[in-house]
Every structure is written in C-alpha cells, then in structure tokens.
C-alpha cells in the first residue's frame, strides 16, 4: 500500500532520480566504440609506406636531395622589380586604382547597408527582405557581368571615363539610399549599386590581367586588395568607430557618397587629360604631313 504524503513523494523522487542517473552508465559504450573506431580509421594509412618510393620513381622528377634555401635579399628584391615593372604601365596602375578604392567603399557600404536599413524601417515593425535582396543583387549583378563580354568599347580610350560615368552613378545610388528614406528604394538603390560594382569590378579585373604575364597576377592583386583593406581599415576608424568621429548610419553613407563622387572626379579629370593627349598625338603627324612640301 503506498503511503500518501511528503516521505511518499520523496521516494518517488528518488527512485526515478536513480532510474535517470543509470542511462548514461548504459549508454557510453556505443558513442565511446564509435570515437575509437573513427581515430583508428582516420590514423589509418595502408599507402604511407609506398608513397615515398613511389614519389621518388623515375618518371616523377623528384629527389630526396633537399634543395638550399633561397636568398631572402634576393626574393625580395625580385619581388620588388616585379612590382615596379607591373605598376610603370599606365593602363594597369589606373585600373589598379580604381580597382582599390572601389573596393574599399563597396565593403564599407555592404558592411552597413543592414544598419542603414534597420532605422528606416526597423525590424520589429514591419517584415524585411534584406536576405532576398542580397540574393536578387547577386543574380543580377552576375547576369550584368555575363553581359559585359558582349560589350564593344575601346578600354584603353574611354576606359576612364567610363569608370568615372559608372562611380558617379554608384554615388548616386548610395546617396540615394541614404537620403530617401523609403525602404523600398533603399533595396532598389542597393541593387543598382551592387550590380554596377560587380559589372566594372569584372571589367577592372579583366583589364589588369590584359597588361600582365600569368606569373604576376598574385602579385598585383594582392597589393591592389592590401590597399582596399588598409583604405577600408583606415576609413572605418575614422568615420566608424568610437576612436574616431563615431558617425551616425545616416552620415556614414552620406560620406560614402561623397567617397564615390570623389572617385568619379579624380578619373573624369584624368580620362579627359587621356584623350586630349591622345588626339593630340593622332593630329600631330597628320598635320606634319600635311606641312611636308610635295
């Protein structure tokens, strides 16, 4: 007969803390066998002892002879050759340029475009999309850079200005995205600034690789992208963080604008320099020509 009261329930309580407290006892085998089995298998190298012969055979090119080390004076100095050679082609250092410093604004504003989309329509009011809009700036920022090959434009001449046409229209778009306040647009603007990034950024790489030999294209995309980061790393703690002027959302891409329109001047100014110079020389013979006595 069971008792009813406190010592009843306390004895309950007992015995099925006792009936738990025996589960892992039972259970430890299985997860225990499996851990053994895995290191076994994951230790366990039946071609180790022939890899070695069978490296070294005769028609692998390799020996056990260990190559010197070499010279870091000379690593370096070649490497700084290397990166004079690359860097005194004009074409190069302008698509490099650009190629950096549009970088850096573009991680700026991928960064925080979530902040900036948080006040103007917070979440906890209204459902998002910011996910879907990420996804819908990807495709369409890849059908844009599938387009591109189709496009017929002689880079080495207007190359510059195009990229001064397209950066104004970046600064556009973020300032827009800045100013308006409508969410909507904001995602609008987001999407036409990622697919113009992502078109001249596909061009930017294209070109660069045109005025390289394969063996230098880690070197000079690794400097253009050390840049990029360093500019980004240097901007964020300028306008970002606490440090620095701790701007507000608004401001930041406010000033992220002016960064792209900054751009856009820098290389209208330049392109324009470009094809003045290069007409100049096209007219020159023509009318040295002309001057020459029959």
Same mark, same amino acid.
């Given at each position: 007969?069971?008792?009813?009261?406190?010592?009843?329930?306390?004895?309950?309580?007992?015995?099925?803390?006792?009936?738990?407290?025996?589960?892992?006892?039972?259970?430890? +085998?299985?997860?225990?066998?499996? &851990?053994?089995?895995?290191?076994?298998?994951?230790?366990?190298? $039946?071609?180790?002892?022939?890899?070695?012969?069978?490296?070294?055979?005769?028609?692998? !090119?390799?020996?056990?002879?260990?190559?010197?080390?070499?010279?870091?004076?000379?690593?370096?100095?070649? /490497?700084?050759?290397?990166?004079?050679?690359?860097?005194?082609?004009?074409?190069?250092?302008?698509?490099?340029?650009?190629?950096? /410093?549009?970088?850096?604004?573009?991680?700026?504003?991928?960064?925080?475009?979530?902040? &900036?989309?948080? *006040?103007?329509?917070?979440?906890?009011?209204?459902?998002?999309?910011?996910?879907?809009?990420?996804?819908?700036?990807?495709? &369409?920022?890849?059908?844009?850079? +599938?387009?591109?090959?189709?496009?017929?434009?002689?880079?080495?001449?207007?190359?510059?200005?195009?990229?001064?046409?397209?950066?104004?229209?970046?600064?556009?778009?973020?300032?827009?995205?800045?100013?308006?306040? !409508?969410?909507?647009?904001?995602?609008?603007?987001?999407?036409? +600034?990622?697919?113009?990034?992502?078109?001249?950024?596909?061009?930017?790489?294209? *070109?660069?690789?045109?005025?390289?030999?394969?063996?230098?294209?880690?070197?000079?995309?690794?400097?253009?992208?050390? #840049?990029?980061?360093?500019?980004?790393? &240097?901007?964020?703690? #300028?306008?970002?963080?606490?440090?620095?002027?701790?701007?507000?959302?608004?401001?930041?891409?406010? #000033?992220?604008?002016?960064?792209?329109?900054?751009?856009?001047?820098?290389?209208?100014?330049?392109?324009?320099?470009? #094809?003045?110079?290069?007409?100049?020389?096209?007219?020159?013979?023509?009318?040295?020509?002309?001057?020459? $006595?029959?």
């Amino acid at each position: 007969m069971v008792v009813p009261g406190p010592v009843s329930r306390r004895a309950a309580a007992a015995t099925m803390l006792l009936r738990t407290a025996r589960v892992p006892r039972e259970c430890w +085998f299985l997860p225990t066998a499996l &851990l053994c089995a895995y290191g076994f298998f994951a230790s366990l190298r $039946p071609s180790e002892p022939f890899l070695t012969p069978y490296l070294l055979g005769p028609d692998k !090119n390799l020996t056990e002879r260990e190559e010197s080390k070499p010279d870091r004076l000379l690593v370096l100095k070649v /490497l700084w050759n290397d990166f004079l050679v690359c860097y005194s082609s004009r074409p190069l250092l302008c698509w490099s340029v650009w190629w950096a /410093l549009s970088t850096c604004g573009y991680f700026q504003v991928v960064n925080y475009a979530q902040g &900036l989309w948080e *006040q103007v329509m917070p979440s906890r009011h209204a459902a998002i999309y910011n996910g879907g809009v990420e996804a819908v700036s990807t495709l &369409l920022g890849a059908v844009a850079v +599938f387009a591109v090959g189709y496009i017929k434009i002689s880079w080495s001449t207007w190359g510059e200005l195009t990229l001064s046409l397209f950066s104004l229209l970046i600064a556009a778009a973020v300032y827009i995205m800045d100013t308006v306040g !409508n969410i909507w647009v904001c995602y609008a603007s987001y999407v036409v +600034f990622r697919i113009i990034y992502m078109l001249l950024i596909t061009i930017a790489t294209f *070109q660069i690789a045109a005025n390289l030999s394969m063996e230098r294209y880690a070197l000079v995309f690794g400097v253009n992208t050390f #840049i990029a980061l360093a500019l980004q790393t &240097l901007l964020t703690l #300028i306008v970002v963080d606490a440090s620095g002027l701790g701007l507000e959302i608004t401001t930041q891409f406010f #000033i992220y604008a002016g960064y792209f329109a900054l751009i856009a001047v820098v290389f209208l100014a330049n392109g324009t320099v470009s #094809i003045m110079k290069k007409y100049r020389k096209q007219e020159d013979p023509q009318s040295s020509s002309q001057e020459t $006595p029959s």
